[in-house]
């Protein structure tokens, strides 16, 4: 199959800086994207509903993974595929090293696949929603060695030579939520919260650097939370 | 969950390399083993069938991962996953970068879920039967190279430092059959033809390779072949 330089695959959960990520490529860099999104027995699986509608707006190609093996292979220790479990509050995952909802080698797999994607569509460019925030808080593998690494093993592939791009990795989720808004996104059709629910919790860990990074951004976020956020 | 020194997960396709040394992780390194078998969408699932005969004798835990995705991602341009596509004899591939029986990033996808496996189950090692061979007929993904990568990778999670280690990645097929042999391995179930059929074609690489294994080391192998093989 003949490599075309304009393809490419986007990784998109559905939260905030996939989805902008996603508006990103398809808008400014104009590539032919195809976007991948996992169903992998989450309990917040209402973000791929969301991340469908950008893909299904932005009229992009798209291929949703069926892995529900890393929900099995994972429950036992990450509450992120384990209900029974409770997901904590923020103030108790603070400084981990890797809080419980961290998900086993989930990035891995997802680039894993994703490049599994990106060969078979003859796409040479993989883009990846990692943000600063995120190798701050317990995610090794948003980390810009991490990204390196990735790339030095793509690299040996003898046909198809294809790279891993993360535009936000060092981009703070001010910087993020900025670009969605130059990007004219619609920031109600995303999903954050690791509860699940429709009206986020506010108090995970992943509410509360949504929410962070809307207060540094001076704006309101639109979506509905269950408890009282200072905006003003 | 604390760390057990003696936990080990073990990519089990059922093959000749990593049946054998799945005997040899349990026979002679003792440890205690998780093998992971992956059911892909391969046209020669039955090399499941046989991996799991393995499984039991040996009273080892096991894994059965559903990953028909890969199937479903590859079929545009592999053999393997394909069978409207036609298996090519080992005279019409020799020499190429990448033969028609290459799966885009198969094998960067079945470790990184072993991997989240053993994070799973607090296992330290992973054992991958990468031989001499699949370096130099098409698999950059059994390379040196790609172990160190995939090392280094491992290296960086804060936590659950995991291994990959590939005793046989520099044995010739001659000596990991000369290792079976010692081990008392039942090569009769042991499943290497591309093709599927429980007589092997004799003519695809995969077969190639193992026939020219057993004639090296001056043993006759006991499974039924299509085509004559002088093994005198």
Known sequence: MQKDSNKSVVLLSGGLDSTILLHYIVKVLKKNVTAVIFDYGQRHSRETTVAFKH??????????????????????????????????????????????????????????????????????????????????????????????????ILNLNRENKISVEAPFITFSKEVIIQEGIKLNVDFTQTHTCYKGEIVACGTCSSCSSRIQGFLSAGVKDPIPYNIEIPWN
């Not at 992120?80 to 479990?85: A, G, I, M, R, V």
């Not at 796409?123 to 991490?146: K, M, P, Q, R, V």
């Open 55 to 152: 893909a299904l707006n932005l009229n992009v190609d798209w291929r949703k993974i069926d892995a529900q093996f890393i929900g099995n292979i994972t429950s036992s220790t990450s509450v992120l595929t384990n209900t029974e479990k409770e997901v904590p509050h923020i103030k108790d995952v603070v400084g981990l090293a890797q809080p419980p909802t961290y998900v086993p080698m989930r990035n891995l797999m997802f680039l894993s696949i994703a490049a599994a994607v990106a060969e078979s569509v003859s796409a040479n460019t993989i883009y990846y929603g990692a943000a600063e925030i995120d190798t701050h808080s317990g995610h090794w593998d948003c980390s810009l060695e991490f990204l390196n690494y990735i790339n030095k």
